[in-house]
């Protein structure tokens, strides 16, 4: 129809006893393009639906289902509700109850240092129980003398509870009936608990705060000597310096006599790749011991990791405030402090880059490994 229902068709449909909807599209001539699901959405909104006539029948067919259903619902409802008295009466009244402990995560249950928890597993007397308005009820305790109340929240598995009640349990609806073997019960939010957690967490920071300012000062005493001997070309030297000095002197003279050209060994070495002399010893000691490994074969690849090992296997390994940085690296990195020298890691894999560049070894793939050049592997 291109119209609305005039009142002579709305006369015959009333007589002819045809129940009637009129719904008007007229808006989605408007539209530059009308789509099918433009003309079910606008059919299924009731906005541009009209009733024009309804037989009584009709009306009363619907008015009885709707009440039907209302009826079930309440009875099925009662029904729940005297299976909840019931459960209630004869679980809580007669035998009492006993509180479930609150759980803690397991850094409060280590720390030594927090306050003992709240106990909050003892047996209670209950001695009634009455609703409120809140959609809970109420448990009375039995305590000596007085008598202290205790919300309790009726909860699905699904459901979502925020309160501003400070103690409270909440129980499942579905464990609230006579045959439920026991009421299981959950602390709520715990105005005890959370005194209590509040005091770990007090304890637990005021305990970083002062690892952090420890590690600090640690960080800036290492710092301000390293500095002094950046400013001053002083060195520290290791207790075994001597003996690394000698094993550096016949590694070179093994090399040399086994027809290596000292011209290329010198351009092997890289005198600015250790300035601050982190290892106790000058570069040439440590890079001459890494090189004879190399030429030697004691591996068919080369890494950061494989030339730490050698290094600390000869007894040469990182000293002093380097040392002493070394085990505050995740400290230093979370505090964002710029050190003024490279790690070791960083160094090794700069003086393997090094190697690299004068075809001594070469990558052989992108994980930082190496293998000596056949070049080399004839000297």
């Given at each position: 129809?291109?119209?609305?229902?005039?009142?002579?068709?709305?006369?015959?449909?009333?007589?002819?006893?045809?129940?009637?909807?009129?719904?008007?599209?007229?808006?989605?001539?408007?539209?530059?393009?009308?789509?099918?699901?433009?003309?079910?959405?606008?059919?299924?909104?009731?906005?541009?639906?009209?009733?024009?006539?309804?037989?009584?029948?009709?009306?009363?067919?619907?008015?009885?289902?709707?009440?039907?259903?209302?009826?079930?619902?309440?009875?099925?409802?009662?029904?729940?509700?005297?299976?909840?008295?019931?459960?209630?009466?004869?679980?809580?009244?007669?035998?009492?109850?006993?509180?479930?402990?609150?759980?803690?995560?397991?850094?409060?249950?280590?720390?030594?240092?927090?306050?003992?928890?709240?106990?909050?597993?003892?047996?209670?007397?209950?001695?009634?129980?009455?609703?409120?308005?809140?959609?809970?009820?109420?448990?009375?305790?039995a305590n000596?003398?007085e008598?202290?109340?205790?919300?309790?929240?009726?909860?699905?598995?699904?459901?979502?509870?925020?309160?501003?009640?400070?103690?409270?349990?909440?129980?499942?609806?579905?464990?609230?009936?006579?045959?439920?073997?026991?009421?299981?019960?959950?602390?709520?939010?715990?105005?005890?608990?959370?005194?209590?957690?509040?005091?770990?967490?007090?304890?637990?920071?005021?305990?970083?705060?002062?690892?952090?300012?420890?590690?600090?000062?640690?960080?800036?005493?290492?710092?301000?000597?390293?500095?002094?001997?950046?400013?001053?070309?002083?060195?520290?030297?290791?207790?075994?310096?001597n003996?690394?000095?000698?094993?550096?002197m016949?590694?070179?003279?093994?090399?040399?006599?086994?027809?290596?050209?000292?011209?290329?060994?010198?351009?092997?070495?890289?005198?600015?790749?250790?300035?601050?002399?982190i290892?106790?010893?000058?570069?040439?000691?440590w890079?001459?011991?890494?090189?004879?490994?190399?030429?030697?074969?004691?591996?068919?690849?080369?890494?950061?990791?494989?030339?730490?090992?050698?290094?600390?296997?000869?007894?040469?390994?990182?000293?002093?405030?380097?040392?002493?940085?070394?085990?505050?690296?995740?400290?230093?990195?979370?505090?964002?402090?710029?050190?003024?020298?490279?790690?070791?890691?960083?160094?090794?894999?700069?003086?393997?880059?090094?190697?690299?560049?004068?075809?001594?070894?070469?990558?052989?793939?992108?994980?930082?490994?190496?293998?000596?050049?056949?070049?080399?592997?004839?000297?």
């Amino acid at each position: 129809m291109s119209h609305k229902v005039d009142e002579v068709k709305r006369e015959k449909l009333n007589k002819l006893g045809l129940n009637t909807f009129e719904i008007d599209l007229s808006h989605l001539t408007k539209l530059a393009i009308i789509t099918i699901e433009d003309v079910i959405e606008a059919i299924n909104d009731s906005q541009y639906q009209t009733v024009i006539y309804l037989a009584d029948s009709f009306v009363k067919s619907s008015v009885a289902k709707v009440t039907n259903d209302v009826e079930s619902k309440i009875i099925t409802r009662n029904d729940a509700i005297n299976q909840w008295l019931v459960g209630v009466n004869s679980k809580l009244i007669g035998n009492g109850y006993t509180l479930p402990m609150n759980t803690l995560d397991s850094l409060e249950q280590l720390d030594s240092e927090n306050p003992p928890p709240p106990v909050l597993n003892k047996h209670l007397q209950v001695k009634q129980f009455s609703h409120d308005s809140n959609k809970r009820f109420l448990l009375h305790l039995a305590n000596r003398q007085e008598v202290k109340v205790l919300p309790v929240y009726i909860i699905t598995p699904t459901s979502s509870l925020l309160t501003d009640d400070t103690d409270y349990l909440t129980m499942e609806v579905a464990l609230i009936n006579p045959k439920a073997p026991k009421l299981i019960a959950n602390w709520g939010r715990s105005s005890r608990m959370k005194a209590y957690n509040d005091r770990c967490k007090n304890k637990r920071a005021a305990k970083k705060a002062k690892i952090i300012e420890y590690d600090l000062q640690k960080v800036n005493r290492n710092l301000s000597q390293i500095n002094h001997l950046i400013e001053s070309d002083e060195r520290l030297s290791c207790a075994n310096a001597n003996e690394i000095e000698a094993l550096a002197m016949n590694n070179h003279n093994e090399m040399i006599n086994n027809g290596v050209p000292v011209a290329k060994l010198n351009f092997l070495y890289d005198d600015m790749a250790d300035l601050l002399s982190i290892y106790g010893c000058p570069a040439l000691h440590w890079q001459t011991i890494l090189i004879f490994e190399m030429y030697n074969q004691n591996t068919e690849e080369f890494s950061v990791e494989w030339a730490a090992s050698v290094l600390k296997s000869h007894r040469i390994d990182v000293i002093g405030p380097f040392r002493e940085l070394a085990f505050l690296s995740k400290f230093i990195k979370a505090q964002h402090i710029e050190l003024p020298f490279s790690s070791s890691y960083r160094m090794l894999s700069s003086y393997l880059t090094h190697l690299s560049s004068f075809y001594f070894i070469e990558r052989v793939n992108r994980r930082g490994r190496y293998q000596l050049r056949s070049t080399y592997e004839s000297l």
